[in-house]
C-alpha cells in the first residue's frame, strides 16, 4: 500500500473528473450503487469539478464497446484532468489512456461474479482477469478494503479508501416510530437482512434458515430491504433490533457500516472488512463460521443483551466528507504521475 494522496500534482483550481460507472441509481431503480452518487455528491459539495458518464454493463461485450465510443466522444468534446472508474470493468472504457485513470475496486471485480448455485461463474472469471489488467494500467488503484489486495497483481500498489458515509442521513432513530411508518410490527424482534434477498452472493436462505433455527428458543422474524431507495434505509436500520450479514463475499458492505452509523448492533459471517469494523464494538458479533447454528447462536447473544449499545462512534472516521478529501488528492497524485511519465 502507498500514500497516494501525498503526492501533489500541477493542477491548479478545482479538480476536472469524468466519472465511469456501470451502476448509477435511477427512478426505476433508486437502490443501485447509492455509495456511488453519495460519493460523486460530496466531492461536487467538496469543490471538485465531476462529470459522470453510467452504461448498462450487463455483461455483454456490444455494450462495453458502445460505451467505449461514447467515452472517447466525451473526452474529444471537454478537457477532463483525470478519469474515476467505480469497479474494474468500467475502467476498461479508460484504455488506452489519454488521462491519468483511478479506479475503485468494489468487490465482485476483484473477488468474483458468485451464481445462482452457489459458486463461481465463468463470466466472474473473466471479469478478475480485466479487472487485474486495468489494475496494472490504472495510475492509481482504490480498494474498498484490505481484504480484497490478495486479487491484485504483484506489485499494484493500492490506497484504503472504503465507502464512506453520510452521517447526517444514518443516525439514531426512534424504532418504535420507524416500525409504525414501515408498516412493521411494533411487538418482537426483528432482524434485518444485510442485502438484497434476490442477489445469490448474499445468501438470504441462510439468513433465514438461520433466525428459523433461532427462532425455536428465541422468537424473531427476518425482514429484507434489498430494493429500498437510499434515503430510506436509516428506517429499516432503525426498526430492527440487528442486522444479519452472511455473504459469500464482500468487499466493504456499506449495509454494516450504515446499522453502526444508527446504532444497531450488526451480526456477520467474516467477509471483506467486516472483522475490522465490528470486532472492537461490544454487542456485534463476527462469527467464527457458516453454519446455521453458530449464526443462530450470535444472533441470540446479540438479541437477549441488555447493556445499551454504542456502534456509532466506531465509525465517525468513515464521513464521507472526509473521505472525499482524500480521494481528491488520489486523484492530484495519479495525475502527477501520469505527467512525469508522458
Known sequence: MTDFAAQTSSVDGPVRVLMLTKDWPSPGQPWRAPFIFQQYKFLAAAGADVDFFTFPGQK?????LRAWVDVRKRLRSRRYDVIHAQFGQSGMLALPKTRPLVVTFRGSDLEGIVGADGNFTAAGRLLRGISRKVAREADAVCLVSESMSRHLPAGVRYEIVPSGLDLELFKPGDRAAARRELGLPVEGRLVLFGGNPTVARKRHGLASDAVAELS???PATLIAAGQVAHDRMPLWM????CLLLTSIHEGSPNVVKEALACNVPVVSVDVGDVRQRI?????CRLCADD???TIAAALEEVLTRRESFDGRSAVAELDERALVQRMIGIYRGAIARFGARR
Open 291 to 293: 453454519r446455521v447454528e
Open 279 to 283: 470486532s472492537p464494538v461490544p454487542g
Open 60 to 64: 455483454n461485450p456490444a455494450n462495453y
Open 238 to 241: 432503525n426498526a430492527s433490533d
Open 216 to 218: 425455536k428458543r428465541l
